[in-house]
């Protein structure tokens, strides 16, 4: 079974710039998360997708950041314009809906360097 | 709101020694917690997952605690070998609807050859 991925593993943009990272949850996994881990800080949640809808976004920073899940498969993480303190890892993690005890599978992590 | 605390932030061992980490967390409602690895520039692993109902769960060389009461978890590490160096997290879920997880800030864990 393949686990979450994440594209790209790594970008580095200017500061004002646009940024699009993916993430492709596990097969048959309803639940999808986003959390980034921001220099010297712990990981913080941002939001959270049940199928094509968002269930929780009360992590989400700014307007400058847009989540989607269009068809409930993979999601997508805008940050429009992008600015320094958004540098960071992005941690995607996805969830079966079905049965105790929704455990989290994490990906690797997207590294965003805004320069 | 949730706070994890964990202690040590840093951890030197040799080779073959008995290790516990641990996690302290401020609300004592919370659903499950996770201990999850992280080597560098990789996600994370998820080692074990303890139910709020459960006291310890145990995996391999691995045995982690809760307690809930009082706010505290332990990662035990048996015999611990070089290949065990990484960051470990634990991890709070809360009561209720939400599932958005709080994560401690870690501990780096080297052990020496």
């Known amino acids: 079974e393949a686990g979450v991925t994440q594209f790209p593993s790594h970008s580095v943009i200017e500061k004002g710039q646009t940024v699009t990272l993916r993430c492709d949850p596990i097969?048959?996994?309803?639940?999808l998360y986003w959390y980034r881990r921001v220099m010297g800080k712990e990981i913080k949640f941002l939001l959270h997708f049940v199928k094509e809808s968002k269930q929780d976004e009360s992590g989400m920073p700014n307007n400058r950041f847009l989540a989607e899940r269009t068809g409930g498969t993979y999601s997508t993480l805008k940050v429009q314009p992008a600015e320094l303190e958004d540098s960071g890892v992005y941690f995607c993690a996805s969830s079966q809906d079905a049965g105790a005890p929704y455990e989290q599978y994490f990906g690797p992590g997207t590294r965003l360097t805004v320069t | 709101k949730q706070e994890v605390t964990q202690i040590p932030a840093a951890l030197s061992v040799p080779e073959g020694e008995n290790l516990v980490l641990n996690c302290s967390f401020t609300d004592s409602a919370i659903y499950n917690l996770q201990w999850f690895r992280q080597d560098p520039g990789k996600g994370l692993t998820s080692l074990l997952l303890i139910q709020s109902s459960q006291r310890e769960q145990t995996s391999g060389r691995l045995n982690a605690s809760l307690d809930k009461s009082s706010g505290r978890s332990t990662l035990y590490i048996a015999a611990s070998q070089p290949g065990d160096s990484a960051t470990y997290l634990c991890?709070?879920?809360?009561?209720?609807?939400?599932?958005?997880?709080?994560f401690g800030s870690g501990t780096r864990l080297q052990v020496q050859p």
């Open positions: 097969s048959g996994h309803d639940n």
């Open positions: 991890a709070v879920r809360p009561r209720g609807g939400r599932r958005a997880l709080t």
